[in-house]
């Protein structure tokens, strides 16, 4: 079944219907012969079944993007512009159903689905004022010489493979970049996460010609298919290290250019001198906790020097406790500061930790409330059945511990103390990956300066996983290839062309 898209240019955005999804193909509503469904990870109860694409729907979807290419590409700046502003807005009708299904398929709590919804189309927005002019590189004219000029130019066909933990926001960081630029973009939404992006983008055939954006759910024989497709010119990933691996081998096939936004293992150093311990302890647990810790700039290590690692501790682990936690779909007073682990696969690696620090007699850092950290929520009525994990707090562990040297991803993080400032900054370095790291100190100079020794491609100082809309963001080493976000982000989509005009 196929149903084209009727809502008239310049009428106001519709309100999207959540009971069924379809792959969109062409400006149309495609579904096929096989389904399948994520999971509510609150309440392990299926979702609403989705389209399991094949690899004729790649074919279909590709196809219908080059051809859309041909015009898209010459469609003005500002009417790629003006179409950019007007979806956001349409975003932004939306954000209540857009909302609800994404806490539904991710876990995370309304109040904070509902922000990621906004915030993207503000963002959405924030990227259509970005300029992206030709730059005259050298003009001899008045005297007999030549003028060169340097454009980007847009790739193709770009291919957005979206994450499950922040799948509405980082989709339209890719989705905008590319239609910008002069791009058609093909989504291919996370299996555990997939609605609330077939939504997204259904709702973009609203304000985008048919074949511009495009999106298609599917399983794991998905991804390779659109990674090896040879009428595919670039593919932007946020994931794992092993699969941006695995991507950029396929993607090398037919030497498509990459974005890979890839793992953390983020450091926090905490100075002695921090103007109040308290409340910074109570900041940095929110940022290893947000998102039950499952995003690639959470703070995952915290160097905390000695002499003021006690009473760190302590309120760190009193703020922990404190963050209340299940399903978000409940209507709780207070509401739920963290939900569940998103996929049975990230609460399995979770215990696999928790296994090694039980197994290693590393300290656990309990509450005064007598709870313990180490179990897992399934006993508590009002969090649910799901994949729930309380807040654990692992006190000075060895730098070997595997808790210090991988990336968690999930609510177990580790206090660590330092005495010397170089070998602290050894220690933050001390890993392959460099997404995020921070600095947290009275010293705003001297915090500056250490800042700028951390391996890693965004560090803040007395704050964490601040953003800014022109402000690129990647990672060193092997955190990632590449940047999305700002201007940089415009031109991971572009090639470059030099015009030399002679006389």
Known sequence: MATETTTSAGAAPALLDFTRFYNIINGKLTTTAKTRHSINPSTLEANPEVPVSTEADVDRAVDAARKAYSTWRRTSYAERRAALEAYADGIAANVEGLATMLTREQGRPLALTRME???????????????????????????????????????????????????????????????????????????????????????????????????????????PWLTEHPGIDKVSFTGSVATGKRIMQSCSKTLKRVTLELGGNDAAIVFPDVKDVAATAATLAQACFFNTSQ????????YVHASIYAAFRAAFVAAANGFVYGDGLLSTDPAPFMGPLTTEMQYNHVQTLLDDVRATKLAIVRGTDGRDPLATATDTAAAGKGYFVRPVVVDNPPDTARVVAEEAFGPIVPLLQ???????????????????????????????????????????????????????????????????????????????????LAN
Not at 187 to 207: D, I, R, W
Not at 464 to 489: L, Q, R, T
């Open 418 to 500: 330092w005495t010397d400032e170089e070998d602290v900054i050894r220690r933050a370095n001390d890993t392959r990956l460099g997404l995020g790291a921070s600095v947290w100190s009275a010293d705003l100079a001297h915090a500056a300066e250490v800042a700028r020794r951390l391996e890693a491609g965004n560090v803040w100082v007395n704050t964490h996983m601040m953003s800014h809309p022109s402000a690129p963001f990647g990672g060193h080493k092997w955190s990632g290839i590449g940047v999305e976000g700002g201007i940089d982000g415009l031109k991971q989509y572009c090639d470059i062309q030099v015009l030399y």
């Open 117 to 223: 919804v906004a915030t993207t189309a503000e963002r959405l927005k924030e990227t259509a004022a970005l300029e992206l002019p030709d730059e005259v590189i050298a003009d001899d004219k008045d005297s007999g010489g030549q003028t060169v000029v340097k454009r980007y130019t847009p790739l193709g066909v770009a291919c957005g493979i979206v994450p499950w933990n922040f799948p509405v926001g980082l989709a339209a960081l890719k989705l905008s970049a590319a239609v910008l630029t002069g791009n058609t973009f093909i989504m291919k939404p996370s299996p555990f996460t997939p609605c609330a992006n077939l939504k997204m983008v259904e709702l973009a055939q609203q304000f985008f010609p048919p074949g511009v954006i495009q999106c298609l759910s599917g399983d794991d024989s998905l991804g």
């Open 295 to 302: 995003i690639c700039i959470a703070v995952k290590r915290v």
